[in-house]
């Protein structure tokens, strides 16, 4: 799977400043202990409906978990 943008609006364009969807890669840096959010381009916002936040915040925590705390 290709980071950033995919020149998609699958809930419709949000506002003038919308780019689109966003292909993202989440990863737990064992090295550095951190977890790692990558999104392939800068981003200045971003926008998920309640299922996909829920399943955002499940994946965080899910590598965040691998970590050292």
Known sequence: MKLGATGQFPHGK????DEG??????AY??????????FGKP???FALPP?????LASLLVT???RGKL
Request: aromatic share 4%; proline share 0%; net charge negative.
């Open 51 to 55: 299922k996909n936040a829920l399943e």
């Open 14 to 17: 949000l506002n003038a400043d």
């Open 63 to 65: 590598h965040a978990m």
């Open 43 to 45: 981003v200045v916002w």
């Open 21 to 26: 969807a966003l292909n993202m890669a989440i």
């Open 29 to 38: 840096d064992e090295a550095a202990n951190v977890v790692r959010v990558d």
